[in-house]
C-alpha cells in the first residue's frame, strides 16, 4: 500500500492543503486527552493530599504531633517520581510509550489501594511512594507521546494539553475533598479514587498506538506509517517520513549511542540538558508546589481554622491554576514559549510577594519544617527570589521554538554551541541530539 493511499483511508483528499489547527484532528486530540490522563494522575496527587492531611492528623495522633511525618508523608510522593521519572525515560527507550504509559498506571492504581487501607501512617508512606512511582514514569511518557504524535504547528498546545490535566486534576482533588468532608473514611476516599483515572487510561490506552516517531526509529516503519497518514495529509506525510529516516540515518551511523555522559561532554547535548533541566527545576523551586500541597494549611494559617472552610478557599486557588493553564493553550503557539514564560515569571514573582509581605504584617502562624525555621513571610520572599533568578535563566539561556520541528530544535542547539554555518564535520563530532533516543 502506497503512502497516498494510506492517507486517503485515514480521511484525508488527495491534495488537501487544509490548515492544521488545535481542533482539526480528533484523531490526534483524543490521543492526547488519553496520554494527559496521566497529567490528570499528577496534579490530582499533588492536591489530594493537601486536604488529606488534614484528616489523617485527626486520624493518626502521631502524625499530629509529628511534623516530619507530616512531611514524610507529602514528600514520599516526591520521592517516587524522581525514581519513576528515573527509569522512566529506560522504560520508554526499551519499550515504548505506550508500554511505559501502561505500567505507570498498574502501579498508580497499586498505591492508591495501598493508601486507602492503610492501617497506619508508615503503610500509607509506602502507598505514597508507589503512587509516586506512578507519576514519575507517567509524567515522562505523556508529554513525549503526545510531542511525537503532534503537528509542529500546534505541537506546544497539544503537549500544554498535559498541563491543563495537571491544574485539572489539582482542581478535581480539591472538589472530591470537598465532597467527602462529611463521609466516613474521608481521607481513605479521598487518596483510594485517585486509582480510577489510572484504571480508565489502562483501558483506553489499549486501544492507541506507539509513537509513531518511537515506531519508525526503534520498531516498524511501516506501522509509523500508518499512524502518521492518521495525523497528515500525503504531502506532508512525505516531509515528516523523510525527518524520520533522516533521523534514523544519523543514529545509525553513529559509532556508539548517546551515552548520559555526553550530556557533559557534548557541547550542544549540554547546552540543550541545561536549559531543560534548568526550565524543570526553577518550575518546582519557584513553589507551586509549597502553595498546592500546603494550600489548606496556608489558608488555615491565615485564620480560617475550619477544615471545610480551608478547602473551599483552597478550590479557588486550584480553578485559578486551571484557568491560567487553559489560557497558556491558546497563548502558546500564538505568542511562543519564551514570551510565555517569562511573562509567567513575572506574575508569580509579583505574587510571591504578596504573599510575603501579608504573612510579615500579620504573621498568624508558621508552616512546618523550613518556615518555622526562618518564618512563613521570609519563605515566600526566598521563593520571589528563586522566581527572578528563574526570570533571567529564561531571558539568557532559553531559545524559541515556536512552531519548530525536533530537527529544527537540534540545530538551534548545535548552532549555540558551535556558531551558525559551521558544518557538523568541522568540530569534528557526529551529530548526537536525537530526541528519538530519549536520552
Known amino acids: 500500500m502506497t503512502i497516498e493511499s494510506f492517507a486517503e483511508s485515514s480521511g484525508y483528499l488527495r491534495g488537501s492543503n487544509r490548515r492544521i489547527t488545535y481542533f482539526s484532528n480528533s484523531y490526534v486530540l483524543g490521543l492526547t486527552v488519553v496520554a494527559g490522563i496521566g497529567g490528570l494522575l499528577f496534579g490530582y496527587d499533588t492536591g489530594v493530599i493537601s486536604g488529606a492531611l488534614l484528616y489523617i492528623r485527626d486520624e493518626f495522633e502521631e502524625v499530629n504531633r509529628s511534623s516530619f511525618l507530616q512531611e514524610t508523608i507529602v514528600s514520599m510522593a516526591l520521592v517516587g517520581a524522581m525514581i519513576g521519572a528515573a527509569v522512566g525515560g529506560w522504560i520508554n527507550d526499551a519499550f515504548g510509550r505506550k508500554k511505559a504509559t501502561l505500567s505507570a498506571d498498574v502501579v498508580f492504581a497499586l498505591g492508591s489501594v495501598v493508601m486507602a487501607a492503610a492501617p497506619n501512617p508508615y503503610v500509607l508512606i509506602l502507598g505514597r511512594l508507589l503512587v509516586g512511582l506512578g507519576v514519575g514514569v507517567a509524567s515522562v511518557t505523556a508529554p513525549v507521546y503526545i510531542a511525537e504524535a503532534s503537528p509542529s504547528e500546534i505541537r506546544g498546545g497539544l503537549v500544554s494539553t498535559n498541563v491543563l490535566m495537571i491544574t485539572g486534576g489539582q482542581f478535581l482533588s480539591y472538589l472530591v475533598n470537598l465532597a467527602f468532608t462529611e463521609v466516613p473514611g474521608t481521607w481513605r476516599w479521598m487518596l483510594g479514587v485517585s486509582g480510577l483515572p489510572a484504571i480508565i487510561q489502562f483501558f483506553l490506552m489499549l486501544f492507541l498506538p506507539e509513537s509513531p516517531r518511537w515506531l519508525y526509529l526503534k520498531k516498524d516503519k511501516s506501522e509509523a506509517i500508518v499512524v502518521l497518514s492518521k495525523i497528515y495529509d500525503p504531502y506532508r506525510l512525505e516531509e515528516e517520513i523523510d525527518q524520520l529516516a533522516t533521523a534514523l540515518v544519523e543514529e545509525q551511523q553513529r ?185
Do not use: C
Not at 489560557?327 to 506574575?347: E, N, P, T, W
Not at 510575603?356 to 512563613?376: C, D, H, K, Q, R
Not at 529544527?408 to 558551535?418: P, T
Open 255 to 439: 559509532e556508539t549511542h548517546v551515552r548520559y555522559s555526553d550530556v557533559f561532554r557534548v557541547k550542544e547535548l549540554r547546552l540543550a540538558f541545561l536549559a531543560g533541566a534548568g526550565l524543570q527545576a526553577f518550575q518546582q523551586f519557584t513553589g507551586i508546589n509549597t502553595v498546592m500541597y500546603y494550600s489548606p494549611t496556608i489558608v488555615q494559617m491565615a485564620g480560617f481554622n475550619s477544615n471545610q472552610l480551608a478547602l473551599l478557599l483552597s478550590l479557588i486557588v486550584a480553578f485559578m491554576n486551571a484557568l491560567g493553564t487553559i489560557l497558556g493553550i491558546y497563548l502558546i503557539d500564538h505568542v511562543g514559549r519564551r514570551k510565555l514564560a517569562l511573562s509567567s515569571l513575572s506574575g508569580v514573582t509579583i505574587s510571591l510577594i504578596i504573599l510575603a509581605v501579608a504573612f510579615i504584617l500579620e504573621p498568624y502562624g508558621s508552616m512546618n519544617g523550613l518556615y518555622e525555621g526562618v518564618g512563613t513571610g521570609p519563605t515566600f520572599l526566598i521563593l520571589a527570589a528563586v522566581a527572578v533568578a528563574a526570570f533571567a535563566f529564561v531571558a539568557i539561556l532559553v531559545p524559541e521554538t515556536k512552531g519548530l520541528t525536533f530537527e529544527e530544535v537540534e540545530n538551534i542547539w548545535k548552532e549555540r554551541a558551535w556558531g551558525r554555518g559551521r558544518d557538523v564535520s568541522e568540530t569534528g563530532r557526529e551529530p548526537l541530539l536525537q530526541t528519538g533516543n530519549g536520552h
